[in-house]
């Protein structure tokens, strides 16, 4: 079975661009979560999809917004970027996201680094 | 903001067994102990999880006090690849509960 997959690996970007990132679940699962992992911060939730809805949101700006197609990918993106959200985006899906314990498996994640 | 405390940090020597404490005083009648980590530059890495009684898999062991107040991570036999660091969680398991890490242990494995 092949793992969460996230792409771009790395990526540079410029003060004030977007970006978008995304998110391929491992096949069956249905919930998909990122989060945000920085030196200062360590990691931090930004939001949870389940059959394309948003479930559940962390503490950060509107800048931040994802999505979820109905074959589960994912994608994140960040608007208009700032300096400080330079970090590891780690991906992460689960079968159902409830109930008797399910696991969740994360991607090897997308440095991106705003310049 | 994290449920647990743990150490920041822990040595153990190649072969050895690896116990990693965490502190969870705060902990609900209805939250389970899970445990991740993460090796440099990789996602984290699902290990372990427990309510009340001790769990054992492939990879590590779990104990949980009686008072479920705090619990030990043992790894019987460290290898170089156990570098790592090591979370402790505790979240409900149900509902879209996220994952709170906490700042975690750097485990450092010694040939």
């Known amino acids: 079975k092949a793992g969460v997959t996230q792409t771009p690996r790395y990526l540079i970007k410029t003060r004030g661009q977007q970006v978008t990132l995304s998110c391929s679940p491992i096949?069956?699962?249905?919930?998909v979560s990122w989060y945000q992992q920085t030196p200062g911060q360590g990691l931090q939730f930004l939001f949870e999809y389940f059959s394309e809805t948003q479930r559940n949101k962390g503490n950060f700006p509107g800048r931040f917004s994802g999505r979820q197609f109905s074959n589960s990918r994912s994608e994140m993106n960040v608007s208009t970027l700032e300096l400080g959200d330079s970090a590891l985006y780690l991906c992460?899906?689960?079968?159902?996201?409830?109930?008797?314990?399910?696991?969740?498996?994360f991607g090897s994640g997308t440095r991106l680094t705003v310049v | 903001d994290a449920k647990t405390t743990q150490p920041p940090s822990m040595d153990c020597a190649e072969g050895r067994a690896a116990n990693l404490p965490c502190n969870h005083s705060t902990i609900s009648g209805n939250e389970y102990v899970y445990w991740y980590r993460q090796i440099h530059s990789q996602g984290p890495q699902y290990i372990i999880h427990?309510?009340?009684n001790n769990e054992t898999n492939e990879m590590a062991s779990l104990i949980i006090t009686e008072d479920r107040k705090s619990s030990t991570l043992i790894l019987p036999h460290a290898t170089l690849r156990d570098t790592a660091v090591y979370y402790c969680?505790?979240?409900?398991?149900?509902?879209?509960?996220?994952?709170?890490f906490g700042k975690g242990t750097k485990l450092t494995v010694n040939p």
């Open positions: 096949s069956g699962h249905r919930s």
């Open positions: 992460a899906s689960s079968e159902r996201g409830w109930g008797p314990y399910y696991g969740y498996t």
């Open positions: 969680i505790v979240r409900v398991q149900g509902g879209s509960e996220k994952l709170v």
């Open positions: 427990g309510l009340k």
